[in-house]
């Protein structure tokens, strides 16, 4: 069970990262982008991203949301700049499946770090395509160029 002193902590870092959106740019030398779109909320984002060899060198993104999908993508972004493919890859299924729900407590969290503040997240399943929205975007921006991804498909 979450303390609710915990939860206050998790909603500050959720409302810090909305405000002030880490890797909030457009990368002029990107090599992949992709779209993001739900439309059940209207959150947009463009993804740009840097891959050399296998690294993800540089990740920006432009766009506009709800605070938990704009939180969502800045935490997102922090998260697999400067990792491998296979790792950002990783860490895609392992916050899908946190916010898929159903044996969430059962599984190791402990990769995702800070990204658990959106646990709480899957308790509201309107809110779940907010916080995935991200995530299903670097998927399209790592597999195919300038792809656009929408929830609603
Ligand atoms: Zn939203």
């Excluded at 990368?27 to 059940?40: K, S, Y």
Aim: charged letters at 25%; glycine letters at 8%.
């Amino acid at each position: 069970m979450v303390s609710s002193e915990l939860r206050e902590l998790y909603q500050e870092l959720i409302l810090d990262h909305s405000k002030k959106p880490r890797n909030f740019r457009a990368l002029a030398d990107a090599n992949h982008t992709a779209e993001g779109f739900n439309p059940l909320c209207g959150d947009k984002l463009k993804l740009y991203l840097k891959v050399e060899g296998d690294v993800i060198q540089d990740i920006g993104f432009e766009g506009s949301g709800c605070a938990i999908s704009k939180a969502s993508t800045s935490m997102m972004t922090a998260s697999v700049k400067g990792k491998s493919v296979s790792e950002a890859e990783r860490l895609f299924h392992e916050f899908h499946h946190m916010l898929s729900g159903n044996d969430a407590a059962k599984m190791d969290l402990s990769k995702l770090g800070k990204l658990t503040v959106f646990a709480g997240v899957s308790e509201f399943p309107v809110r779940v395509k907010c916080a995935t929205l991200a995530w299903h975007t670097l998927k399209a921006g790592l597999e195919s160029d300038g792809k656009v991804v929408s929830t609603e498909e």
